[in-house]
């Protein structure tokens, strides 16, 4: 399996942003994670390839959404009403385990990742 991450880029807060990543091979959870600089890599969003069922960390419910493309085998980010807070590393992730949605957001759970885009918030 190897993730494609593109997207990401310099905004000002209060912006938007779209993030993407392209699947080879079949997996059945994708996710995202950041980590900003000095912190260790935190949980953005899952979503099921079979469901599409999503799921969101608190600090983006309402304001990030997840979505794939299983014709084209690309999972999106779209994140909306960006803060600084939100200026970090972005990577996409993917697992073929079958995992139970309470580990969705553990960054063991997933054994693929893809090259990480920078995503600049600034105030």
């Known amino acids: 399996v190897q993730l494609q991450a593109s997207g990401g880029g310099l905004v000002q807060a209060g912006g938007s942003l779209s993030l993407s990543c392209a699947v080879s091979g079949r997996t059945y959870v994708m996710g995202w994670f950041r980590q900003a600089p000095g912190k260790e890599r935190e949980f953005v969003a899952a979503i099921r390839w079979s469901t599409g069922s999503s799921y969101y960390a608190d600090s983006v419910k309402g304001r990030f959404t997840i979505s794939r493309d299983n014709a084209e085998n690309t999972v999106y980010l779209q994140m909306n009403s960006l803060q600084p807070e939100d200026t970090a590393v972005y990577y996409c992730?993917?697992?073929?385990?079958?995992?139970?949605?309470?580990?969705?957001?553990?960054?063991?759970?997933?054994?693929?990742w893809g090259r990480g885009t920078q995503v600049t918030v600034s105030s």
């Open positions: 992730a993917a697992t073929s385990g079958i995992y139970d949605v309470g580990r969705f957001h553990r960054v063991t759970t997933y054994d693929y």
